[in-house]
């Protein structure tokens, strides 16, 4: 299995964390936003990895809270003429492309990820250049410009499907960004891949001797991993799979106690669905450190009330998306191509 050689090192400058606030606050602040949802005609579509306050007001108000693949398809059949996207950038950008005719609004433009900036279009044009002959698979989470130089854009609930289905017709795969969901891909399905060199800030920081640890302190509990972590940390998963998947694994698996090795913010719908059964996150520490678990996005955190009011108040343009309009012509066909798979057509 070839992978990139890519190995230029990206130091991430971390985003503050929204102001806190207290209670009589957010609640007046939620009071607000429900109000201009319904001025604006507008509606709040939230990734999973959000904080929980956010997650909430979403499903409140008639918003959606689901993993990319599903909050593209919401943004897309939902009636309202303004889409408020609380995740990070490239959410925002492929809601734009499936819908150009709406308005794409996020609580701030500055809310992006490891993965996409890992992967900057110009080198990753260079890497497609070097394997004409390799199709190419790209991670939902990448710009609109890596998404106009793929044929396939996947997420992690469908990646595994699509990757065999291009396996079985005998094409060689140029896989990017995560490396890590890229090798736990190629050792499931066999297929012949080149894998581009990036991972997630968050689940590239799981620890297996901390995790042993942990299973040897909780044995009665299920290990749930995402595979954007590394090999080792999959190795040790009683269910591995997206978003999505862990949460019904959650639901499903006779356990009643969970250790999780994904971002936190999925426990507020892990908790929600299951009330009676435990979650402890997976530890990204040893002993020593002063935080056993931080695997929550720095900017998945950026998705405040706060900033989500003031995306909806004036004239938004400090918070719209927009994408250029060349490359969403060339994005939308990987997107439509994803979109029309996971419904089987």
């Known amino acids: 299995m070839e992978q990139a050689l890519f190995t230029d090192t990206f130091k991430f400058e971390f985003p503050a964390k929204p102001a806190p606030m207290s209670d009589a606050e957010k609640q007046a602040a939620r009071m607000r936003i429900k109000k201009l949802l319904k001025e604006r005609n507008a509606v709040l579509i939230a990734h999973y990895y959000t904080d929980p306050e956010i997650q909430s007001l979403a499903e409140e108000t008639g918003g959606s809270v689901a993993d990319s693949l599903q909050m593209a398809r919401f943004g897309a059949e939902h009636e309202a003429e303004t889409l408020i996207i609380a995740g990070v950038k490239f959410m925002g950008e492929t809601a734009k492309i499936l819908t150009p005719n709406k308005r794409v609004l996020m609580p701030t433009l500055e809310a992006t990820c490891s993965l996409d900036l890992g992967c900057p279009p110009e080198e990753f044009a260079k890497f497609c250049d070097a394997h004409p002959d390799h199709t190419v698979v790209?991670?939902?989470?990448?710009?609109?410009?890596?998404?106009?130089?793929?044929?396939?854009?996947?997420?992690?609930?469908?990646?595994?499907?699509?990757?065999?289905?291009?396996?079985?017709?005998?094409?060689?795969?140029?896989?990017?960004?995560?490396?890590?969901?890229?090798?736990?891909?190629?050792?499931?399905?066999?297929?012949?891949?080149?894998?581009?060199?990036?991972?997630?800030?968050?689940?590239?920081?799981?620890?297996?001797?901390?995790?042993?640890?942990?299973?040897?302190?909780?044995?009665?509990?299920?290990?749930?991993?995402?595979?954007?972590?590394?090999?080792?940390?999959?190795?040790?998963?009683?269910?591995?799979?997206?978003?999505?998947?862990?949460?019904?694994?959650?639901?499903?698996?006779?356990?009643?106690?969970?250790?999780?090795?994904?971002?936190?913010?999925?426990?507020?719908?892990?908790?929600?669905?299951?009330?009676?059964?435990?979650f402890i996150e997976a530890p990204t520490g040893g002993d020593g450190a002063t935080c056993r678990s931080c695997a929550h996005c720095p900017w998945m955190a950026m998705n405040g009330l706060a900033a989500i009011e003031q995306a909806l108040t004036g004239d938004g343009k400090a918070h719209e998306i927009h994408v250029d309009a060349d490359l969403a012509v060339q994005a939308l066909k990987?997107?439509?191509?994803?979109?029309?798979?996971?419904?089987?057509?």
């Open 138 to 278: 790209v991670y939902a989470n990448t710009s609109a410009a890596v998404k106009a130089r793929a044929d396939w854009v996947v997420t992690s609930s469908i990646a595994l499907d699509v990757v065999e289905h291009i396996d079985s017709k005998g094409e060689k795969i140029l896989w990017a960004p995560d490396m890590h969901l890229g090798g736990y891909i190629a050792k499931q399905t066999g297929a012949e891949m080149v894998l581009w060199n990036a991972a997630c800030i968050v689940h590239d920081e799981f620890k297996t001797r901390a995790l042993m640890q942990l299973k040897e302190q909780h044995p009665d509990a299920a290990v749930l991993v995402h595979p954007e972590a590394p090999a080792a940390i999959v190795d040790l998963a009683d269910a591995v799979g997206s978003t999505s998947q862990l949460i019904q694994a959650s639901q499903d698996l006779p356990q009643q106690k969970f250790i999780v090795a994904t971002d936190k913010g999925i426990f507020y719908k892990m908790q929600q669905l299951s009330p009676n059964k435990t």
């Open 334 to 345: 990987p997107l439509n191509r994803m979109l029309n798979f996971s419904t089987g057509k």
